[in-house]
């Protein structure tokens, strides 16, 4: 089945630990985002990638950290310097990163404090 | 500022009735438009995408664009128990990445 995967579905992290919330894609996508969602909000931007071994910042990038080694993976690694990282992380990709392209999502990650 | 402004609801409709969901943007530059259902818990389906002004219809879901009003909406006819969810918008503006609005919570009574 063509899809995102996201792992795991549950995470917590305990104080100065880093995490790493992993997104697989065998849609052949090239587009690749982070967003992070808190209660009652809407979807903010963290990192997004249009090509492999290339990245940008989103809105609220501070306290995380992006690679984009293959086409098909995009983890993010929640840093300590991320204070409030209690939230719904979602990965989505879309086929360009043209504006015209749908994104897609996976199915999440919570990640909650210890 | 870009913003994409939703209604947060929460929005009441029988069985039946036609729900009619609204949004608003800042960016004038904005080109494609797109509809998202989030059940509780889940993550954002794409339901509906919209390029040029008017009315675009898929089964029971109408999306509207004006974007000389920069107004988008959606238009569930027939709304089903199953259609309840938050509704979010999302608006591609000038500089290519999606907007979200902070999504309209629509319950549809039995």
Redesign the interface.
């Known amino acids: 089945d063509g899809g995102i995967t996201q792992s795991p579905k549950y995470l917590f992290r305990k104080e100065g630990q880093n995490v790493t919330l992993s997104c697989e894609q065998n849609l052949n996508h090239d587009a690749m985002y982070w967003?992070r969602q808190d209660p009652?909000?809407?979807?903010?931007?963290i990192y997004?990638s249009q090509i492999v071994n290339d990245f940008q910042k989103?809105d609220i990038a501070e306290g995380y950290s992006v690679s984009r080694e293959k086409k098909e993976s995009f983890p993010l690694t929640v840093t300590s310097a991320q204070k409030n990282p209690t939230a719904f992380y979602?990965c989505a990709s879309s086929a360009a990163?043209?504006?015209?392209q749908?994104?897609?999502?996976?199915?999440?990650t919570r990640l909650s404090i210890l | 500022q870009k913003e994409?402004e939703q209604n947060?609801g929460p929005l009441s409709v029988p069985e039946g009735a036609i729900a009619s969901l609204n949004c608003t943007y800042s960016d004038r530059g904005s080109?494609?438009f797109?509809w998202y259902r989030q059940y509780s818990g889940?993550?954002?389906?794409?339901i509906m995408?919209i390029?040029s002004n008017g009315d675009k219809e898929d089964g029971r879901f109408t999306a509207q664009l004006n974007k000389a009003s920069q107004y988008v909406s959606l238009l569930i006819r027939d709304s089903q128990p199953s259609d309840s969810a938050t509704y979010?918008c999302?608006v591609?503006?000038s500089a290519?990445?999606?907007t979200?609005?902070?999504?309209t919570q629509l319950t549809v009574l039995p």
């Open positions: 967003y009652g909000q809407g979807l903010r931007l997004y989103g979602l990163a043209e504006s015209n749908p994104q897609h999502f996976g199915d999440g | 994409v947060s080109q494609s797109f889940k993550s954002p389906e794409l995408s390029y979010l999302a591609a503006g290519r990445q999606l979200f609005g902070s999504g």
